[in-house]
């Protein structure tokens, strides 16, 4: 018997990397994608590389069926997602909601940060952040997974060890880099081809939306008001990010070390290396991959993490999450996706 | 019972996609992997995308064992796969010879395009060309594949409807087009990122070593000597190939399309599109994208074709052999090699 | 005493690219610059590279004024062009026009290619196509300059002492490859970064609309009708072109090559190579590097060439043009723009 | 009467910009360029897109005529440089040294940092650290020239308006990004292109050499010894560099601006900008962009700058200073370096 599967918002990057991870499940069945930019069309019409997959004529319809599938997964802008995930809910489905609508669970902030009143704050409440490697236990149970944003995810990574044992002092800096599948498939004019080419630049350099949900999480695990100081920057690739955190810390750098590397060992998702991780290591891929150091001669931490914006960063870790709440084995498809190289 | 498989020059860009193949085969189990390079080296100190997969820590010998395998995938340049392919077979192994050493048929074509003498051309008549869209019938049983060059494939496999039909006059002109990792993992001046970035070129411009290749098989499909006027362009990407092909024809647009269609309509990896097919489609995975059109006004067929230089080019087609050969279906896992995108 | 400019259509790539070209030009005042996207705008304001030029306060303007300038640079859509161009010559002015509103002497081709009708017959036929290294003597006191097209100048300039000789037997076959400035600022979604990163393909591969450009010159200078088999390709870089040409033809290699030696021995901005000739060698500056071959196998003629799309191909030839009206030594400024590298 | 003036390495990425710069001056002669690798050889041979400029047919030469020239460009490694400078020195020569050798005014960092012992301390204390923009005074008298590093250019000029009003508490975070051509034309694994194109990492997350640098001027500058946590990025361009700046400060956001913008009110090459800088409007230019901003949330200041890393942060930089101590104005060729855009 298959688990029955929608998807709204299946014409953007995420929806459609979505897609290509769920191609690898018999027991998946992809009842209905929603787009309506091609509402009518077949998948195979706008994105020629499915002709030859089982989804090839898999039709865009404009708004989904809320009672067909068992599984929903919402790559919609914010507020529609803060809608059609309510409606759901009250349906009796099971939402993976890749927007920021039930991400941070201070409802001061979406008017702030997204620039709209969050009306469902019960809801809000219940929505688990589906990042497993923190937040597995609950993941499991949950109706509704707010599926982390991509710096919040290779941050917190970079972050939670140090976190949880509380050894973090003062703010954290922390810059990351982006490929520019990050800012969506819609058109703007410092994305067009020959103006992003051989270009990179900072952005949001004082208020990015991801803050907020950084430092939700933050006091979520330590119990403290710890700010971040982020600045994201424009990478001129398609598709990978590195977040690079530094905090002051009194652990040695063996501490440091077995720190992470004992919080992590049983982590399938997560690879800790020597060297500073490389976007093409991870490009594809549901891996998080973390250098951790220790400065001594300024006493701080240094940790950077690379994951792969639309997958780690968004679409393979919903799967990720839709595998803990399906009840399959959490590695399931995702340790098989396979890393294009060089 | 699982098949035992070796890769001699397991280094290379064609050695680490072969890897990444055949991780999808539960039925394979790889005994040995060969580079001078890295001898005594696990695959992931070398490539550490490996890290977390099955085969991570695989070691590279210097040499392979010559008995201890079904099948040998040789990755190797010409002279020493010319060696170690005549040895495996007198051992009574399958070969399938990644390089150009038993792909063209005149032995007397090696010393004016390869610089050297082909000492065994019993064995040379006996190699099957490994295109399974031309030749699948002699595939079935042979125990050496040459398996085809980059541009060879895809040119040819544009011509193969034309070229059965015996529709091509004079000559025919080929321009294509290669991403980077198509001349090796081996280090030169001009393939340095910061000037490869954002250049382009011809290379080549009269006397590729592909040239003889093209013409052989040309030869024994229609029995004519069709020469081949190619051009090869650096492309500044890693992977990905186009070969634009034309030639005059007297048939119509409606019967040359006709006759594609219904030359390739039970071709699991050929598609055939009504636009300019793209590179980005392919990447990553064993399809060949065609479009094909007449021109009326200079009375010359105009087919173009897309794959990725290191998949179709090399390495799932070595893939597709061995499927052929070992007697899996022949798509078997290639169908399922998933194209990452954007 | 200063020559007074104006440049319609001055926010887009040829607009900028003449601006940055006379900035070089202490004899040259702009007068204005138009863009009905940016009025009112300060050029520094929408192109922050300008900030610290002389012309960083320059005013774009909706109309430019047709009585304030000595020369109008129009860098327009084809139509608009069509009738500005008309309207300044009735006014007595010098005009470079970069559209191809008066590059095809046949007005019937208009329709065909370009979806209008041509009214102003009479100015077409006194307009001359500003190729220097081809019409130089007409283009001294020309009025109205139809400025060639990007892949005219890389094609033509490749074919001429070919054409002027009548040493071409049959049709032409030329591929082109064109960075994607060549398409203009406009959004469009296959130039959306993430999906032209990594990508190529050809496009318009039957009737490109430089088609009749080119063979309208070819007969000029021929007084034949030869056919071109042409098919662009896009290059996933910002600028640059190659154009790559073969035909028939029964000159033997020496005599080719002396033809090409010859014919260029004293032109400025043709540098011919024993090489295939690089774009990174060309962009920025107003050169076209030309090989030139001869394929004994086809009996072939092959010539490749490569220019900026944006300079030599569109803004830097107009300014070339602009020097011999002007009186300036024509290579004036222009031998001077440098060449970043790497 | 011109200046005469040789280059030593002239056939690194550095000497090859210093010549792109000074084919501009009808002021100096070239005298000599020395190479290793080219002896023998004419420029035009080695790097064609010189032919057709007056310095075509310079040869390299594999050392420098100590006598010949007013003005000797260093562009060697560190050693060699040493021990070339002091030569050079001691002949009365003007000297602009591009390598480290001489840029660390504590000898006991050569060891750790560059592995070699400093034996011209005596010429080390009088050689000028050539950042104009602070030390602009020193240089105009200076014989020896330390051109700066790239990072250390980048990041103090984002730091120098606060240094000098000691306004920093605690250590300073920087984040910085540079396009491959930092790294050199020597050939590497990593900077191959299929392996750089789509890549990104982080690299020397510790003690990259450029700290020392960087925390010597910084104690010259304020005489406090203030630490720098430093992690410089790999950007797959060839050119241009980004330096994110983060500390603490009690200065409100306006009086953070007002000093950044007093401070450089007249320096002809720094353009404050309220965006953060963008790589490509700086590429083949000597400007340095620069953002400032106090984020109020974690009361540090937020400063970002980009240059280009062989211009501004190498080459272009060598003549700002070359210019101020042959006596021409600062600005002087280097004002009409062009930016290509897009």
Chains 1, 2, 3, 4 share one sequence.
């Not at 998948?43 to 039709?59: A, C, D, H, T, Y």
């Not at 914010?78 to 759901?88: D, G, R």
């Not at 004019?189 to 939700?216: C, K, T, V, W």
Request: hydrophobic share 35%.
């Amino acid at each position: 018997m298959s688990i029955k599967v929608s998807i709204a918002g299946a014409s953007g990057y995420t929806g459609v990397e979505l897609l290509r991870i769920l191609l690898n499940y018999k027991e998946v069945e992809i009842v209905q994608i929603s787009s309506r930019q091609y509402e009518g069309k077949a998948l195979k019409e706008v994105f020629p590389f499915f002709i030859g997959s089982k989804f090839e004529n898999l039709k865009f319809v404009s708004e989904l069926d809320q009672n067909s599938s068992d599984f929903y997964f919402l790559c919609l802008p914010h507020e529609p997602s803060l809608e059609l995930a309510k409606q759901l809910i009250d349906n009796n489905k099971k939402v993976i909601d890749l927007s920021a609508a039930y991400r941070i669970k201070d409802p001061s902030q979406y008017p702030i940060f997204y620039k709209f009143e969050h009306k469902y704050t019960n809801l809000l409440e219940k929505a688990v952040y589906g990042l497993p490697e923190i937040h597995r236990e609950k993941i499991k149970n949950a109706n509704l997974i707010a599926n982390p944003g991509c710096y919040p995810t290779a941050t917190l990574l970079a972050l939670y060890p140090s976190l949880k044992s509380k050894i973090v002092k003062g703010n954290i800096v922390v810059n990351a880099l982006s490929g520019i599948s990050g800012a969506g498939r819609g058109l703007k004019q410092q994305f067009h081809y020959p103006e992003a080419f051989g270009n990179s630049y900072a952005y949001s350099p004082l208020n990015h939306r991801h803050i907020p949900e950084m430092e939700d999480q933050i006091k979520q695990i330590t119990g403290q008001e710890i700010k971040v100081r982020f600045t994201p920057h424009i990478l001129p690739v398609s598709r990978g990010m590195i977040s690079n955190v530094s905090f002051e810390t009194d652990l040695t750098k063996e501490e440091l070390k077995s720190l992470y590397y004992e919080t992590y060992k049983n982590e399938p998702f997560i690879r800790l290396f020597e060297n500073p991780p490389q976007i093409k290591n991870v490009v594809g891929s549901n891996y998080c991959d973390i250098f951790v150091e220790k400065d001594e001669r300024t006493n701080m931490a240094v940790i950077i993490s690379a994951i792969d914006n639309l997958a780690k960063g968004a679409s393979s870790q919903a799967v990720q999450n839709f595998n803990i709440i399906a009840g399959f084995k959490e590695t399931y498809v995702l340790k098989d996706l396979s890393i294009v190289y060089p």
